[in-house]
């Protein structure tokens, strides 16, 4: 056990450094879990805008009524000097124009992004629409069904908020950016301090082979993710309550144990290489920003247009985050461990291309 023990000797030094990242993130993951409730939650903004409906078919005049259900619509006069006026001074946010043969064009305001915002609510309400009328559905009926789908009565009220998830949620939904970074900081500097030329050698003076070293590392490595897994959740439970029992919230554990192991899969990659703390205090911030953000952790995916969602499905953190919706949600079905599957199956890519990278470095030194 010569590698284990000296590698939680080496976890032993680290200590301050891994109390003071948990500290700080610890109270970061309250304080957004906290933030993610209630009246905090994400909301669903009532844009200001105007619609001429130059068409006059059904789709047009629905499509009309169900974006007076969820923005508030201004009736202006269709002039061109008028409506850019109108945009400037912030009056309108989105114009929009749907002419003869639903063809639809828009004007957004210059150097603002709620234009986007309209045009998925736009292109989500057509292609419902137009789902249920291939389906056999008359005009009536079809808008009826998309406005039942689009659950607009639940998602927006008068004031145009939406109701928030529990807690429990949102602390899960952290769970991502928090471990990641967690144990980029603290776990990768140990290996790497392991694998260093000196200290490796030492050990494999003893009648000790590379597997059995390696074994023991994977142990150490192991032992002290599964200590942070388990501290995340004692957190957890401090952060909110007793929910972890009540209803399906105890299928969190097994997703984010899932997540877990692919993000180990990460710091071994991570790893191979002879990197200073600054250096890995940066490729941390990189890994867990940018999958916070492409993946619907930072921002809901119910935003997200068809090519954003396509980029999040390649990332490990989107199928971790669909695994949470689910759960929330109270569905717990074959596609939510499917999602837990998933996660797995990037790990086994991760750890596998740890080890390429580890047999090359390998083979560099060697010559």
Known sequence: ??????????????????????????????????????????????????????????????????????????????????????????????????????????????????????????????????????????DAESY????????????????????????????????????????????????????????????????????????QIIAGSVLFSLVIWGIMNILSLVVCGLDLFKADNLYYLPNSVCYLILSVGVVCIVSNFNLKAEAISMISNIVSLSLSFLSGVFVPMEIFGDGMMRIAKCTPTYWYVRGCYNISEGVINSETFMYMGIQLLFALAFFAVALVISKRVKLSRAS
């Open 144 to 215: 009826e069904k998309t406005m039942e789908a689009m659950d607009t009565a639940d998602l927006v009220s008068l004031k145009g908020e939406s109701g928030g998830k529990p807690t429990i949620f949102y602390f899960y939904l952290y769970f991502t950016y928090i471990v990641i970074a967690l144990l980029i900081n603290t776990l990768a500097p140990v290996i790497i301090a392991l694998n260093r030329k000196g200290v490796k050698e030492r050990s494999m003076m003893s009648p000790f082979s590379d597997r059995k070293r390696n074994g």
């Open 1 to 138: 056990m010569q590698v284990f023990n000296t590698f939680f000797k080496i976890v032993k030094k680290q200590l301050p450094s891994f109390i003071i990242y948990f500290s700080i993130f610890g109270v970061l993951i309250g304080f957004m879990s906290n933030m993610g409730t209630g009246n905090n939650a994400y909301k669903e903004t009532r844009m200001d805008i105007a619609v001429f409906n130059n068409d006059g078919s059904a789709k047009a005049d629905y499509l009309e009524e169900y974006l007076g259900t969820i923005h508030d619509v201004m009736v202006i006069e269709d002039d061109e000097e008028t409506i850019q006026d109108y945009l400037y001074f912030q009056v309108l946010d989105y114009v929009l124009y749907i002419d003869e043969g639903f063809e639809l064009t828009n004007i957004k305001r210059p150097g603002s992004k709620t234009g986007i915002y309209v045009d998925n609510h736009i292109a989500n309400f057509e292609k419902t629409y137009d789902a249920f009328v291939l389906a056999g559905y008359s």
